[in-house]
């Protein structure tokens, strides 16, 4: 036990100081991995905004159709960047339900979400969770954890919700793409102001409170991302409209809020 709100999942020598957004995103979800301060900034944004939560839920449902996309697309591989806490359909978990032999490789810098899916997947060998700067693309693609990965094969890069939190973003996707076969898939959410229901300021100034402040993009800003990549259909949507499940209603994307897409890299 750790005396931090009495809790046992809080790994030795993390820094719990200031909210995180990986622990405010597993409040929003449901989820019981976050502290006060954490869920005091989840209340906060969805005072500013009632709808918070839902962008959350959405997001997390696209992460989940673009796996199942890329298995059907014979991906077998996937690096998960800002990977986050784990909770509803991990991308191990519903790749691996298609192909026990998926192997996932999670990546966060935040020690509470890389500590929980360590415990997840201590019996797992075709998955690993380790704690980096995504931002430091040197160390992620060098580092042994990479290794379980066949970088001379199509990968799925996954970067959901993780942009918005990068100060500079061209340069550290454009590295991961340098990095990956011809045939790779990379699949992206941004946040934006372009759309109404994260647009108030008040959101990136809450943000500021926490460890990861954001930084909403523009659509050509977010397709810029794709440099090197093609889009496929729908080509840049928002988190509900992308490839929805058959009987999901279409979201306004005035309150879906977040860019999303898929590119295959040319
Ligand atoms: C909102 S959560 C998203 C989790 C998951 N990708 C999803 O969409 O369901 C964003 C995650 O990005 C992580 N993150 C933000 N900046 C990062 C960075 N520079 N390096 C690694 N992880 C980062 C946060 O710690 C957090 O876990």
Same mark, same amino acid.
């Given at each position: 036990?750790?005396?931090?709100?009495?809790?046992?999942?809080?790994?030795?020598?993390?820094?719990?100081?200031?909210?995180?957004?990986?622990?405010?995103?597993?409040?929003?979800?449901?989820?019981?991995?976050?502290?006060?301060?954490?869920?005091?900034?989840?209340?906060?944004? &969805?005072?500013?905004?009632?709808?918070?939560?839902?962008?959350?839920?959405?997001?997390?449902?696209?992460?989940?159709?673009?796996?199942?996309?890329?298995?059907?697309?014979?991906?077998?591989?996937?690096?998960?960047?800002?990977?986050?806490?784990?909770?509803?359909?991990?991308?191990? &978990?519903?790749?691996?339900?298609?192909?026990?032999?998926?192997?996932?490789?999670?990546?966060?810098?935040?020690?509470?979400?890389?500590?929980?899916?360590?415990?997840?997947?201590?019996?797992?060998?075709?998955?690993?969770?380790?704690?980096?700067?995504?931002?430091?693309?040197?160390?992620?693609?060098?580092?042994?954890?990479?290794?379980?990965?066949?970088?001379?094969?199509?990968?799925?890069?996954?970067?959901?919700?993780?942009?918005?939190?990068?100060? &500079?973003?061209?340069?550290?996707?454009?590295?991961?793409?340098?990095?990956?076969?011809?045939?790779?898939?990379?699949?992206?959410?941004?946040?934006?102001?372009?759309?109404?229901?994260?647009?108030?300021?008040?959101?990136?100034?809450?943000?500021?409170?926490?460890?990861?402040?954001?930084?909403?993009?523009?659509?050509? &800003?977010?397709?810029?991302?794709?440099?090197?990549?093609?889009?496929?259909?729908?080509?840049?949507?928002?988190?509900?409209?992308?490839?929805?499940?058959?009987?999901?209603?279409?979201?306004?994307?005035?309150?879906?809020?977040?860019?999303?897409?898929?590119?295959?890299?040319?």
């Amino acid at each position: 036990m750790t005396d931090q709100e009495g809790v046992d999942w809080i790994p030795p020598g993390a820094d719990l100081s200031r909210p995180s957004a990986a622990r405010i995103y597993d409040y929003l979800l449901g989820g019981a991995h976050n502290l006060a301060a954490d869920r005091a900034v989840a209340q906060k944004l &969805e005072a500013i905004q009632p709808q918070v939560a839902s962008v959350a839920r959405r997001n997390r449902a696209f992460l989940r159709r673009v796996v199942r996309f890329m298995l059907e697309q014979g991906i077998r591989q996937f690096l998960d960047l800002g990977s986050g806490i784990p909770t509803v359909g991990n991308v191990h &978990e519903v790749a691996q339900a298609v192909d026990p032999h998926s192997k996932v490789v999670y990546v966060d810098y935040e020690p509470v979400a890389v500590a929980h899916s360590l415990m997840l997947l201590k019996d797992n060998p075709n998955a690993v969770a380790f704690e980096a700067d995504a931002t430091d693309t040197e160390a992620v693609l060098g580092s042994e954890a990479v290794k379980l990965l066949d970088l001379g094969e199509p990968v799925g890069l996954l970067a959901i919700t993780l942009g918005h939190y990068l100060p &500079e973003v061209r340069g550290v996707f454009g590295a991961y793409r340098d990095a990956l076969a011809p045939g790779s898939h990379f699949a992206l959410t941004h946040l934006t102001n372009d759309f109404a229901v994260l647009r108030d300021p008040k959101i990136a100034e809450t943000m500021r409170s926490t460890q990861d402040s954001i930084y909403p993009r523009s659509r050509d &800003e977010v397709l810029a991302l794709f440099d090197g990549f093609e889009l496929v259909e729908p080509g840049l949507t928002t988190s509900a409209n992308w490839r929805p499940d058959r009987l999901a209603a279409v979201v306004d994307p005035e309150e879906d809020g977040l860019y999303a897409g898929v590119g295959v890299k040319l």
